[in-house]
């Protein structure tokens, strides 16, 4: 899966969905999963670069994997929703770019603290 695509990864997990997954679960059914997925990311941060520490049965958590499974999650939702992920990014970095050019150049609280 070397340079896999934005619209590579949303066949496969569409093909992944028929082949292995019966169908895809309902847009709030999706959406809760998502945010239970979120909730995992947000556990391992606080407690790999937070101040919180791990529960024993929780060391084996791996940051790469929840994301994964997020990323998967997000790619449902756009199939099933008819989100072209490729083009909705595309534009979205275009309206960051535009919003945003000098925005964060320009704000103090950014500055190095050198």
């Not at 992944?16 to 709030?28: A, D, K, M, S, T």
């Not at 929703?81 to 909705?88: P, R």
């Not at 275009?94 to 190095?112: A, G």
Request: glycine content about 4%.
């Amino acid at each position: 899966m070397k340079n896999l695509t934005l619209k590579a990864a949303q066949q496969k997990v569409d093909e992944w969905i028929h082949l292995h997954g019966v169908r895809y679960f309902n847009e709030l059914t999706n959406m809760a999963i998502l945010t239970e997925e979120v909730g995992e990311v947000a556990r391992i941060i606080s407690r790999e670069y937070g101040e919180q520490s791990f529960k024993k049965k929780e060391e084996d958590k791996n940051l790469s994997d929840e994301l994964a499974d997020v990323l998967f999650v997000i790619i449902c939702l756009a199939n099933q929703t008819g989100i072209d992920l490729t083009g909705a990014f595309e534009k979205n970095m275009e309206k960051k770019t535009k919003r945003d050019q000098t925005r964060h150049k320009t704000n103090k609280k950014l500055k190095s603290n050198k």
